[in-house]
């Protein structure tokens, strides 16, 4: 009978990093962190042998030809993952400069083996190994000496039962190095500069014996240190309306008429889209949404891309912030993801166990993020629609809408079928005077209006008025008086032809 090795999993007390790793950093392995100067390598290291280091599990840390280790400290110690009574107790740094300059490979591997054979550590980090490389270049014979010194060191630190890392600059992923074939986890530092945004992505691009969460996931280095914005596992093809099917239940909207107009109101755990043109009313109706839902004692979460809330324009949105029944996503940052923004949405949810969310607006939304999300914008729309279906919220979007009277469109995106339900604003003239109109377009597996109708905003918010009967093409934004006929000039001028 054959038994099953559990390998244990350390937590690397960077956030993010654990799911993205698929539950943490296998204990005894041999990592290497790489990536081009500046993207958070050095950073990264610190903060997970402050993390991991332990009286029990102490950690080395090795420099090797790179910053000398006060200069270092006097970097990484702004940041608040830094413990200052962790040195020289359960965490050491030891520079390899000297034994480099003397004796090259052989000489950096034997001081090694020196350290840890007398301080037992079970972290050991080598910073940074791409000076290693560089220097092994002078021997002569690079490859192959560097070949054995890694795998020596491989073998060493597996044997003593160590999780080692080791720390290089590269600008290249497809380097030929051969620690890339020796080492047990590959993680991937970059960072990207667009216009006046700075992106920094990790990649796990090997860990052996367990899954991780495959393409690019962005990461921001702030006080904190790293946080890595983990995408969320739901899957892009899970429907929405999934998190409504067992319930009949039906949320009011906080707008008079418009629940009938939805068939009774809109169904919880949908995702709605209100489109129509600037001024037509969408962040309006978007605040009844959530005052109702306090009224009804529900909490909610409002992400504000476009005008944040306060007493001058939503006085009552504003209030139900300060009192704590809404919670704000307002994140100003030039260089936002998806991912970002979907982790800050997902905490306040959980934080308020709020059940009602708007986002406001797409179009805000897609400007808000740094230009090199914007290509992929519907794709993780989608995503992130599907990941709020989860956590079991019922979702308002509002999509800022061009008012074309040649086409009738509901999201300039083309994500209105990504939602369960729609209702569409425009502008439309009548008698020389701009009226608002309102329509429900779309509420998925259940009967709504087909109706047309007028709608005014007034220090009471939105106000739901009749049909206009006697007027067609209201599409058109010009609409005509039922059996009124436009007379041509041949016509007029002579009835009789």
């Known amino acids: 009978m054959n038994k099953t090795v559990t390998i244990n999993r350390l937590a690397t007390g960077v956030p993010g990093l654990d799911d993205v790793l698929g539950g943490g950093l296998p204990e005894f392995s041999f990592n290497l962190i790489a990536g081009p100067p500046g ?8 903060q997970m042998m402050f993390a991991l280091a332990t009286p029990q599990s102490p950690a080395i840390y090795f420099t090797v030809l790179g910053e000398p280790p006060l200069k270092m400290l006097r970097y990484q110690q702004q940041f608040e993952f830094f413990d200052d009574k962790s040195i020289n107790q359960v965490v050491r740094f030891i520079s390899l400069t000297d034994d480099m300059m003397a004796g090259g490979l052989k000489q950096v591997l034997r001081r090694i083996v020196d350290e840890v054979e007398t301080q037992s550590p079970a972290l050991v980090f080598v910073d940074s190994f791409r000076s290693v490389m560089l220097a092994s270049a002078a021997e002569g ?11 020596q060191l491989g073998m060493l630190m597996t044997s003593w039962q160590a999780t080692t890392f080791l720390i290089g600059e590269y600008f290249n992923e497809a380097d030929a190095n051969p620690v890339f074939t020796v080492a047990d986890g ?16 990790l990649q796990i691009m090997k860990m052996r014996g367990q899954p991780t969460l495959p393409g690019l996931h962005t990461f921001r280095i702030d006080a904190a240190g790293l946080r890595v914005f983990a995408p969320s596992r739901v899957s892009i093809a899970t429907p929405s309306v999934s998190a409504a099917t067992d319930s009949n239940e039906r ?13 009774g109101g809109l169904p919880r755990g949908y995702s709605m889209l209100v489109a129509g043109p600037s001024g037509s009313g969408k962040s309006i109706l978007a605040a009844a949404f959530l005052a109702e839902g306090a009224r ?3 909490t909610g979460v409002i992400a504000a891309f476009e005008q944040v809330p306060n007493r001058s324009h939503t006085p009552i949105l504003a209030e139900l912030i300060h009192r704590g029944s809404v919670g704000l996503v307002n994140n100003r940052a030039p260089d936002l993801s998806i991912d970002e923004i979907m982790l800050l949405l997902v905490s306040e949810i959980r934080r308020l166990k709020a059940t ?12 808000a993020l740094a230009p ?12 992130m629609i599907a990941a709020l279906a989860a956590e079991g919220v019922t979702v308002l979007m509002t999509s800022e809408l061009e008012d074309r009277y040649t086409d009738l469109r509901f999201s300039p995106y083309g994500t209105a079928f990504m939602t369960d339900a729609i209702i569409v604003q425009r502008y439309i003239e009548v008698d020389s005077r701009l009226l608002r109109m309102m329509a429900v377009v779309k509420v998925r597996g259940s009967a709504h209006s087909d109706e047309l109708r007028l709608f005014s905003i007034n220090d009471d918010g939105i106000q739901i008025s009749d049909m206009l009967t006697d007027q067609e093409g209201l599409l ?11 007379l041509s000039p041949l016509t007029a001028e002579n009835p009789h032809a």
């Open 39 to 46: 993207c958070g390598k050095t950073t990264l290291a610190h």
């Open 372 to 383: 090199t999300f914007r290509p992929d914008f519907r794709e993780n729309l989608s995503r």
């Open 356 to 367: 009602r969310v708007v986002i406001d607006s797409l179009s805000g939304f897609e400007l």
């Open 141 to 151: 014979r690079a490859y192959l000496n560097l070949q054995h010194f890694v795998q």
């Open 251 to 263: 949320l009011r909207m906080g707008v008079h008429r418009l629940d009938d107009m939805l068939g």
């Open 476 to 486: 058109g934004g010009r609409p005509t008086k039922k059996g009124a006929r436009d």
């Open 296 to 298: 009804c004692g529900e």
């Open 186 to 201: 590959l993680i991937w530092l970059s960072q990207s500069v667009q216009r006046n945004s700075m992106v920094r992505k």
